[in-house]
């Protein structure tokens, strides 16, 4: 195919003529989803075949004149020279639907797809350059926002970009001064209403742009590798001051919850690194967990479980957070070495308000006590939430109801007396907790089922208590 060098020196060409302002110039950024998986699973034989059919597809797609080449990796790109009544959206659809059909790659039927950013512009109007790298930052876009997609460049992608450059470039400088701080999230026993662990999140409070959303800045980190360094200093930090309230508070038991990323566990110098932090700061392993998403964690793609044995092993629990919210399966939760399920606190919120959510949280508690897990429930914000939960037998909740985040100077003095109590002659305004024989129904119905897919029951003797 021609060469990227070829494609730059078409592209400046282009650029360069005249049109009259009839014509505009587009490129169409193509990247491969999920080539890794094809090459890990069926070897580089067959990923070189799937790139040969995914480029003759796409120059069946390409009209005349058309430019179709190699990039680079499995990146291919279109120069569409004569763009004019929308026709690169016309040609980024048409590529789309010819590569969603299955393709047969040593004798097995491969479905694949592309994700594609595309940018336009007059001739004249950019250089070859910077048409290119807006088509590509608007294939980072598509990309980001679930492949198999097509994205066009416009301003805002092109602030984001600039913003996302920024703070990772500043997250660099923040992580070597050890800028960032961790808070602190109280998770309450609802029974009694005492602090009995917490969760760590880091906080990053910009000198310039203020306070940096964690979603913003640990998703940066991620995809520029700075994730492991953050999430060092996180673990680093949470247990050294775990270690300082233990010792202020000593018999006290409380428990403290880091999250980690997927991308960590990567890392073959994990373990290693979690096992140093352990004895460094002297905290007791079985009053650890490590976090997952449910969607890292059901994700078949990726094969934790070895590093998630390993981590149990060492005594650390491990939760799934934000559970429901995937796309779980039954069968995977069984196999995971995963002790704590976090019900997402999209369905805490509608606790006493929408039966679907309530009929949910209930299926979710039914299950980890049938499976012997704990539960936390996040996001509560109301008492009527605390109370239906604790009338379901769920233990454990967090939320702003009890405490927001805050700085570690104030949860000791948290550790003295309850954070939550309802009032005595306190009643529910809706009778949406299932009464006890309902919810004995319920579970038998959730261990009938788990039965059935041959789920181990060695706690179901223990499921009522």
């Not at 880091?258 to 890392?267: H, K, T, W």
Request: aromatic residues 4%; negative net charge; hydrophobic residues 45%.
């Amino acid at each position: 195919m021609p060469t990227r060098g070829l494609l730059i020196s078409s592209l400046e060409r282009e650029l360069a003529r005249d049109t009259g302002g009839r014509e505009e110039v587009a490129v169409l950024f193509i990247d491969l989803d999920n080539f890794k998986l094809v090459n890990d699973s069926l070897g580089h034989h067959s990923g070189d075949e799937l790139l040969r059919e995914m480029a003759r597809r796409i120059r069946n797609c390409a009209a005349d004149g058309d430019l179709v080449s190699r990039f680079g990796g499995d990146e291919l790109v279109i120069l569409h020279p004569h763009a004019s009544l929308g026709s690169e959206g016309t040609l980024g659809n048409k590529v789309l639907t010819a590569m969603a059909e299955p393709i047969q790659i040593a004798g097995r039927e491969v479905v694949t797809s592309v994700s594609i950013g595309v940018a336009i512009c007059a001739p004249g109007a950019q250089s070859a350059e910077q048409l290119l790298r807006n088509a590509d930052t608007a294939l980072y876009a598509a990309k980001n926002r679930g492949r198999n997609r097509m994205e066009r460049f416009n301003e805002e992608l092109h602030a984001r970009a600039a913003r996302r450059l920024r703070i990772e470039s500043d997250l660099r400088v923040a992580l070597r001064e050890e800028q960032l701080h961790v808070h602190y999230q109280p998770q309450v026993n609802l029974a009694t209403g005492h602090l009995v662990g917490v969760e760590a999140l880091a906080r990053w409070r910009h000198p310039e742009l203020g306070a940096v959303s964690p979603a913003e800045f640990i998703a940066v980190a991620e995809n520029s590798g700075l994730i492991h360094e953050l999430g060092r200093q996180v673990l680093l930090s949470a247990c050294r001051q775990l270690a300082e309230w233990v010792a202020a508070v000593p018999g006290r038991p409380l428990s403290m919850t880091v999250n980690i990323s997927p991308r960590q566990l990567d890392d073959p110098g994990f373990i290693t690194e979690l096992q140093r932090i352990i004895e460094q700061t002297g905290v007791r392993p079985s009053s650890l967990c490590m976090e997952l998403t449910e969607s890292a964690l059901m994700n078949p793609e990726t094969d934790i479980v070895d590093m998630l044995e390993r981590i149990r092993r060492m005594g650390v629990y491990v939760a799934i957070d934000d559970f429901g919210t995937g796309h779980s399966s039954l069968a995977r939760l069984r196999d995971l070495p995963v002790e704590v399920l976090k019900i997402d606190r999209s369905f805490i919120d509608g606790l006493t308000i929408e039966p679907g959510d309530t009929a949910i949280v209930s299926s979710i508690l039914s299950l980890a006590f049938a499976m012997g897990k704990h539960v936390i429930a996040e996001g509560v914000e109301r008492v009527e939430q605390a109370v239906a939960l604790r009338g379901m037998g769920c233990r454990v909740a967090q939320g702003f109801l009890f405490s927001p985040a805050v700085a570690p100077v104030l949860i000791q003095p948290m550790l003295a007396h309850p954070l939550w109590q309802p009032s005595a002659n306190w009643r529910m305004r809706s009778a949406v907790c299932p009464d006890a024989h309902a919810r004995r129904a319920h579970r038998a119905f959730i261990d009938e089922f788990l039965d059935h897919i041959g789920v181990p029951m060695w706690v179901k003797a223990n499921a009522g208590s």
